[in-house]
């Protein structure tokens, strides 16, 4: 097993997600798994290799620093769950 | 009298602007179509039939102004991962319940700006992570075609599985899909349709919902080659909201379907010859090799040696992008929110409730690669290895035009059958998952039909901004094959 329970409950904490023990116990052997298989690339000695970043050798284009959009606060908290005024509400984070 | 959902694209087209027919008639009948189908195939999650007819009352106001677009009247399905203004939009997740984005995908807008009609939004593997479909939270996409003899219902493939089951069934005339190791052109092979991932760059990613951004393009699936060139050229554009789409002409892809294959050669690469591939799949292949002689190209063999690593390291690469693009879905800005005794537990009850299996298996693999320590280990590798994978393709063109593959390693399989093992499925996308790692445009063609009676696909790689090859290799392939077998219709019954 190349990850324990402990380490499937740290990744999940970090990536905030609710897991029940018994998801734990198979997330466990499927991760192993994922993980072992993918070991395979070990084999490739890629010491000198620079890393992919782009399809095609590219110009990154840059614009203007002018605001191009905005005033749209009803757009953007229409979709939330919880509002207030233009304000997204969540549970307090400082008592 | 030839039904109207029987037409292509390009026959619609004529009929429409000879006022054969109008676009209210073309959308009624595809309308009537879902209505009676949709039941058993499960493709469409929210049908808009008020929108279609009256998108197809302006194309009709237009044609006889004579003001038609490219795509004036037509009446497409389109995957539920484009944000459609005003049109619910949820990746098939959960966790995006009820999400009405308030602005339009790039693709999707230049759809409507050519004169397209909208029916509906198409199922699809949750948030595009899977090969069948299975992982959509409205339930699985169902094959048209069934195996001879038996009413096992098929997967579609996928992740764009509603997509290409829609076309294969007559419910749209041409889809929207998008493919980031193969949820194109799996489907497409599954379902005898044709199905285009073009370079990545080619189409904007604007508005559509993120899975892996390095790998993610949109492309359409449609019944023919030139049908796929048709919906291609109006898809594409040069968007300043995307700084990875290429600033780079459009060309008319339509122009280059039937233009042959003369003079091109075709490359076939050794490492897909896989062990265990079934022999009617190298049958094909071969069947494939001899169309492209006959019409006069040329056949080299090629060496892609990296092929073997383009899987695992698509598995690293994915998931780690997907783990952070799917961060922004906390319960805060839309979607689900399940409530928690603070903030922390809010955003864990949230995702725990809204992500699926496949997906929570995914955002872990690609925050455990992406933590501290491991970085180097498995992205920066991963990313070191596409670089080696992208180099035998670019080696491999320097002799070649183009290059055949299969599309699968076999046929559409049964709802249920590979849903044990995540490897298992994964393993689908062998033949098409290279092709993104290196950014490249590839087709899939119908070329024939399985022992199980169930279609099979061939792939076709093009170098990067040549999808014309593509085209014209690809008509040659469908010519030649002349695949005319078409599903029985067992899903309009008991309606």
């Given at each position: 097993m190349s990850v324990d329970r402990a380490t499937v409950r740290r990744i999940a904490r970090l990536a905030r997600i609710a897991i029940t023990d018994e998801e734990a116990a198979r997330l466990e052997t499927e991760l192993s798994g994922i993980l072992d298989w993918v070991a395979?690339?070990?084999?490739?000695?890629?010491?000198n290799v620079e890393p992919m970043t782009r399809v095609e050798a590219m110009t990154m284009k840059k614009r203007d620093d002018?605001?191009?959009?905005?005033?749209c606060a009803d757009d953007i908290v229409k979709n939330a769950p919880q509002v207030d005024d233009h304000y997204f509400v969540v549970p307090k984070i400082v008592e | 009298m030839t039904r109207l959902t029987d037409l292509t694209i390009a026959d619609a087209r004529d009929g429409l602007r000879d006022k054969t027919f109008s676009s209210r008639e073309l959308t009624q009948a595809h309308l009537e179509a879902i209505e009676t189908a949709n039941a058993a195939?499960?493709?469409?999650?929210?049908?808009t039939p008020e929108r279609a007819l009256e998108m197809a009352a302006a194309s009709d106001a237009r044609l006889s102004k004579g003001?038609?677009?490219?795509?004036?009247?037509i009446p497409l399905g389109i995957k539920d991962l484009f944000c459609t203004k005003g049109v619910r939009t949820t990746a098939?997740?959960?966790?995006?319940?009820?999400f009405i984005p308030p602005y339009e995908s790039t693709v999707t807008a230049n759809l409507w700006a050519e004169g397209a009609v909208m029916l509906g939004k198409l199922n699809n593997d949750e948030f595009a992570?899977?090969?069948?479909?299975?992982?959509s939270f409205y339930g699985p996409a169902v094959n048209p075609w069934r195996r001879e003899g038996s009413d096992a219902k098929l997967v579609p493939g996928g992740s764009s599985g509603g997509s290409s089951a829609a076309v294969a069934a007559h419910l749209c005339m041409g889809a929207t899909a998008t493919d980031t190791g193969g949820s194109i052109r799996q489907p497409a092979a599954f379902t005898g349709t044709v199905g285009l991932k073009p370079t990545?760059?080619?189409?904007?990613?604007?508005g559509i919902v993120a899975f892996a951004s390095s790998l993610d393009q949109a492309g359409p699936i449609a019944r023919t080659v030139r049908d796929a060139a048709i919906l291609l050229k109006a898809m594409s554009s040069h968007d300043?909201?995307?700084?990875?789409?290429?600033?780079l002409p459009v060309p008319d892809?339509?122009?280059?379907?039937?233009?042959?294959?003369?003079?091109l050669t075709i490359g076939i690469p050794k490492?897909?010859?896989?062990?265990?591939?079934?022999p009617e799949i190298e049958a094909l292949w071969q069947q494939g090799i001899a169309w492209l002689k006959d019409a006069g190209a040329k056949i080299k063999e090629v060496s892609l040696p990296h092929t073997k690593y383009a899987l695992p390291s698509y598995y690293i690469v994915a998931p780690a992008e997907a783990s952070s693009n799917l961060a922004?879905?906390?319960?805060?800005?839309y979607g689900l929110r399940e409530p928690g005794s603070d903030v922390i537990s809010m955003y864990e009850n949230t995702r725990e409730a809204g992500f699926g299996a496949e997906v929570k298996r995914r955002v872990l693999i690609g925050t455990y690669v992406l933590s501290a320590g491991y970085y180097d280990a498995y992205y920066l590798k991963a990313q070191k290895v596409r670089t080696l994978i992208k180099r035998d393709f670019d080696q491999a063109f320097e002799g070649v035009d183009a290059i055949l593959t299969?599309?699968?390693?076999g046929p559409a399989f049964a709802i249920?059958?590979?849903?044990?093992d995540p490897l298992e499925m994964y393993l689908n996308d062998i033949f098409t998952v290279t092709v993104n790692m290196a950014g490249l445009p590839g087709m899939s063609v119908p070329a024939g039909l399985s022992s199980e009676g169930t279609p099979l696909g061939l792939q076709l790689i093009g170098r990067a901004f040549d999808e014309e090859t593509l085209f014209r290799a690809g008509q040659v392939i469908e010519a030649a094959a002349g695949v005319s077998a078409k599903p029985a219709d067992w899903w309009s019954k008991g309606v």
């Open positions: 395979q690339l070990d084999e490739l000695d890629t010491s002018e605001i191009t959009d905005g005033f | 195939l499960n493709v469409y999650v929210l049908p003001e038609a677009g490219a795509l004036e009247g098939c997740s959960h966790i995006l319940d009820g992570m899977g090969s069948s479909n299975e992982t990545y760059g080619r189409c904007s990613r604007w300043p909201k995307d700084t990875t789409s290429a600033d892809f339509e122009a280059a379907v039937g233009q042959g294959v003369k003079g490492e897909y010859r896989v062990e265990g591939m079934a922004r879905y906390d319960g805060v800005r299969p599309t699968t390693p249920g059958e590979k849903a044990g």
